[in-house]
């Protein structure tokens, strides 16, 4: 059947191609009929298919089109059907709905495809897709429902049901209840939830005979319908009617848009304004009042020419509209006025706009301020980076001549006339001349030109290192309390402007420039600042360059003394170890008497107590480098510490102190007490009593006292010795130096370095007198302060009582057999019970498994680390007193210990009678 002339007369065409959705239609051999503008546009973006179907321009194709179009005879079905495409080139998913046109002979004659973009409503439960396709059956055929009625009253006459009695297929299409199903039932037993509202209506009509139309939504096939109710004949009432939910979400939709554009618009980054063809604005957005400062209601009683400057003439907006291409746009620059006369820079894109089929001219505006600005700025970045290049090329003689180019640059970017370059020290708090720029020199009439400058004495220009930023005055008139006046015959200054330069957080030098025509701004501090920079940058590599050879020739100073020290710290660390080994070795022997046998430990004892020292030694450099210790501030007996420290020397040097030299400790060390650290002290005069033994072949060593100032004490070691020459008084306080390496004389060369440290920690000084040959004296100063309660000092009896324990439990978390065995050995006479754990995971099981009183818990160990161990336990809620035993002696880990948790911390190598203190506290 020929279906020109029904395109022509209804004018299809132009319907379907203004459907925003594909449409064709197929012959009933499959060729293409007519598709519409969107399927046209959708096939030239799929290479070589249409929604799955192959090109229907290819006669080869046209025999794959039967196994994918349904309709391929006359024997197919005659009812609509729909199937699902994806695209992958659009990544888009159809649903194509096909439904027969049929010809006079009841045969398909045409085949109409629609297809509807589901892509985004993929998720849609499967009662809302029936409902969609329901939709698309009624739109496909455009055939209205019918259904014929009788309505059902009570006793009163009051409608309160009806009946189907006839209805059209279209009636199935669009409810999707079959007609045989329906016939001669009440509408409450098909749709048992219809509102009230349809039976009111419908009998109103069967009962009185009024037609009655009208739009309402379906809660029971949850559908919008435009119905039509008449009454054929008494007591029944037919309907036609029209699914129009798409409609009604279409509407939605639109209003939705519409809401959408509208916010889009409102709050459109750039101003909008509509106006008709002579420029008279009809609406604007919000951006455009914020722009200019006038309301909604006030712009649209103006024109473009009472917000364009650069339009003067209502010929001049005629000749801007006339240049716009009918489609397109053109872009201008302007200026913008403001509601008060204030003016800014403007972009303009421009198009013309057809409403109701007349031209209108729509303009979107963009304040181009920052841009401008932002061009400026460029500009001065292109000045600044060739500041920056020359500056680099500079060749460096000397740096004040290099500060003078340096200032020069400076002033040519801010566009000064004078400037200065000042150097600071934060110590001294001393300005110092470097650089005044050539005007200044010709301007200045100050009879005495001061180059030195005090802080303190500084007026407003000093303000950059008291307040640590730049200073901007633009008005040097104009009165500021900072100011302090400047000396008769200074040049005159208008304005300025001063930056302090920064190196490590440290204030090195200011500069200043002044007397710009125009105000200065932060981007003028940012020139200074920049180029300064990297000026001074500059001069401290070229600094740095220098001080690279002297830190060279000092390195390899160094690097002498480290080997020394390598030497020394091997001699004296393998020295108490052979012995250790050795009498170890001896002790195995059968033939070894008791006495031997004491001998052999006590030297084994001796020589373990020596190596101590020296891995002490070793962590107290470590410590004071890392500025590890803290002070533990007590009550100190000055006569008791040196009392002990003497003790100390005479054990460790016992032989030497016999035969050849005496200890003297002179009197006036009694009452003196001060706060300070005692553990420390002692360290100290042990370190110095020891080193005068050391070096004094025979004679004497004296420790006394002499009178310093009230605020410090003074006490001195002095010695017969061997001396130390004047140009070595300085460098024995250094790591590592010895004053004669080759000497005999034990030592790893860090004694000194190590006391200089501890006394400095103390707040005290060390300073040593002596010449060579004729013994030294080594003062050192503590400060004196003073307590008013009184230490006791009295010697009191260690305790011995082995305590009893044996209904206590202790866990011992150790990986280290050697150190579990010393422990369980030192333990043994307690009898207490002795759990073993190698790890933090086993421990972790035996506090499960037992009943523990306390743990000794060792933090370096596989598997499980005692800190990790010690958190889990933590977080279990787990109460067991814990105490660190540990080789980890650094403050700030014993500071970790207790922020873990534990309640105690002990030191490897384990005294016996600390540990057993500590436990006692516990159990």
Request: charged share 20%; aromatic share 10%; proline share 4%.
């Amino acid at each position: 059947m020929d279906y020109s002339h029904i395109l022509k007369q209804h004018d299809w065409q132009r319907i379907f191609d203004a459907l925003p959705f594909p449409v064709y239609i197929l012959n009933n051999d499959f060729s293409l009929y007519f598709s519409n503008k969107t399927s046209t546009q959708l096939h030239k973006q799929v290479t070589g298919h249409i929604f799955s179907l192959p090109c229907y321009k290819s006669e080869t194709a046209k025999e794959n089109i039967p196994n994918v179009c349904p309709f391929r005879s006359k024997g197919a079905s005659q009812q609509t059907i729909t199937h699902t495409v994806f695209i992958e080139e659009l990544n888009k998913q159809y649903h194509i709905t096909c439904s027969p046109l049929f010809d006079d002979a009841g045969n398909i004659d045409k085949i109409i495809h629609v297809a509807t973009d589901i892509s985004e409503v993929q998720d849609i439960k499967k009662k809302a897709e029936e409902h969609e396709l329901q939709y698309q059956k009624l739109f496909e055929n455009h055939i209205s429902g019918f259904a014929l009625h009788k309505i059902v009253c009570d006793d009163s006459g009051k409608a309160i049901d009806y009946i189907f009695l006839e209805a059209n297929p279209a009636f199935e299409v669009i409810t999707g209840m079959a007609v045989s199903s329906i016939i001669g039932k009440r509408v409450t037993e098909v749709f048992p939830q219809t509102e009230e509202y349809w039976i009111k209506n419908y009998g109103n009509v069967a009962l009185t005979g009024t037609p009655f139309s009208f739009e309402n939504y379906s809660k029971s096939m949850d559908k919008y319908f435009q119905v039509h109710a008449y009454c054929p004949k008494p007591g029944h009432f037919a309907v036609v009617f029209n699914d129009i939910t798409e409609n009604q979400k279409n509407i939605k939709k639109i209003k939705e848009q519409e809401d959408r554009l509208h916010a889009i618009i409102s709050q459109a980054p750039d101003a909008i304004y509509l106006a008709d063809f002579e420029g008279a604005i009809i609406t604007v957005n919000q951006k455009a009042c914020d722009q200019t400062g006038y309301t909604h209601e006030e712009l649209l009683q103006l024109t473009i020419l009472d917000i364009d400057s650069n339009f003067n003439s209502k010929d001049q907006v005629l000749q801007i509209r006339d240049a716009i291409p009918s489609e397109g746009s053109i872009t201008i620059q302007s200026i913008h006025k403001r509601k008060d006369d204030t003016e800014f820079p403007v972009e303009i894109r421009i198009a013309l706009l057809y409403i109701n089929e007349q031209q209108h001219i729509i303009g979107f505006v963009q304040d181009i301020t920052q841009r401008k600005q932002h061009q400026q700025e460029i500009f001065l970045h292109n000045s600044r980076l060739e500041s920056l290049y020359a500056i680099s090329q500079y060749h460096i003689q000397d740096t004040a001549s290099f500060l003078d180019y340096v200032l020069n640059e400076v002033i040519k970017l801010t566009e000064s006339t004078i400037g200065y370059i000042y150097y600071y020290n934060e110590e001294t708090e001393l300005f110092t001349l470097n650089s005044w720029s050539k005007e200044v020199l010709n301007d200045c009439m100050v009879v005495e030109k001061q180059t030195t400058y005090e802080l303190a004495k500084t007026g407003i220009w000093g303000e950059v290192v008291r307040q640590r930023k730049p200073i901007i005055i633009n008005d040097f008139t104009a009165p500021n309390p900072h100011k302090k006046g400047y000396p008769q015959g200074h040049v005159t200054l208008n304005s300025f402007a001063s930056a302090p330069i920064f190196i490590d957080s440290k204030i090195v030098a200011a500069v200043g420039v002044a007397n710009k025509k125009t105000d200065y701004t932060q981007t003028d501090i940012m020139h200074m600042q920049i180029v300064m920079d990297s000026a001074w940058k500059i001069v401290e590599r070229q600094r740095l360059f220098e001080e690279l050879i002297i830190a060279k020739e000092q390195a390899e100073e160094n690097n002498a003394l480290k080997t020394a020290f390598l030497a020394n710290i091997s001699h004296e660390i393998r020295t108490p170890m052979n012995a250790i080994l050795g009498f170890s070795d001896l002790l195995t022997a059968d033939e070894q008497s008791n006495e031997e046998r004491e001998y052999f430990i006590s030297i084994i004892k001796q020589s373990g107590k020596q190596l101590l020292r020296v891995i002490n030694d070793i962590i107290d450099i470590a410590k004071i480098s890392a500025h590890a210790i803290k002070p533990d501030m007590r009550i100190c007996d000055i006569s008791y510490i040196v009392s002990n420290s003497v003790e100390i020397v005479k054990q460790q040097q016992y032989s030497k102190l016999q035969k050849n030299v005496s200890i003297h400790i002179q009197e006036g060390f009694s009452n003196i007490q001060i706060q300070s650290d005692p553990v420390r002290l002692q360290q100290i005069f042990t370190n110095l009593i020891s080193n005068a033994v050391k070096y004094t072949p025979q004679g004497t060593v004296e420790i006394g006292t002499i009178p310093y100032t009230d605020d410090y004490i003074c006490i001195y070691v002095k010695d017969t010795g061997i001396g130390i020459p004047n140009e070595f008084h300085d460098k024995i306080f250094e790591l590592f130096r010895q004053v004669n390496a080759n000497q005999t004389i034990e030592g790893t060369g860090i004694g000194l370095n190590i006391t200089q440290g501890l006394i400095q920690l103390l707040g005290g000084t060390i300073w040593v007198e002596s010449e060579e040959g004729k013994g030294s004296t080594f003062y050192v100063t503590i400060p004196n302060k003073r307590v008013e309660q009184q230490l006791d000092v009295s010697p009191q009896s260690p305790k011995t009582t082995i305590p009893d324990w044996s209904a206590k439990t202790i866990c011992i978390a150790e990986d280290n057999i050697h150190a579990f065995t010393l422990l369980e050995i030192l333990l043994a006479p307690t009898h207490a019970t002795l759990l073993h754990a190698c790890n933090g995971k086993e421990l972790l099981a035996l506090c499960v498994s037992h009943t523990i009183d306390v743990i000794l818990l060792d933090i370096h160990m596989p598997v499980m680390n005692g800190s990790e161990a010690m958190k889990e336990l933590q977080a279990q809620g787990n109460t067991i007193p814990v105490i660190a035993q540990t080789a980890y002696t650094l403050s700030e880990d014993i500071e970790y210990f207790y922020e873990l948790g534990c309640k105690a911390h002990i030191s490897k190598p384990i005294q016996k009678n600390i540990l057993f203190t500590l436990l006692a506290q516990y159990l």
